[in-house]
């Protein structure tokens, strides 16, 4: 995992320092908004480019995309 670092000064605190205090479920709840988010990033930008497509062409589109991932 990445780490990314947020603050300034004595007050740093990486991301996985972060996800290292956190139970299981909340990593889940986490990854989970993150898929999520990336589902709703991805529709925005076939959307902007192609804007002749219909809602059901885009939501495809995005199956399809997240269906090879991984």
Excluded: D
């Excluded at 898929?35 to 529709?43: I, L, N």
């Amino acid at each position: 995992m990445a780490s990314q670092t947020h603050g300034s000064g004595n007050q740093v605190v990486t991301q996985t320092a972060i996800l290292r205090t956190m139970t299981i479920e909340q990593r889940w709840r986490v990854a989970q908004n993150l898929y999520a988010s990336a589902r709703e990033w991805k529709a925005c930008v076939l959307r902007s480019l192609h804007p002749e497509w219909s809602e059901a062409e885009v939501r495809e589109s995005v199956k399809r995309c997240f269906s090879r991932a991984g």
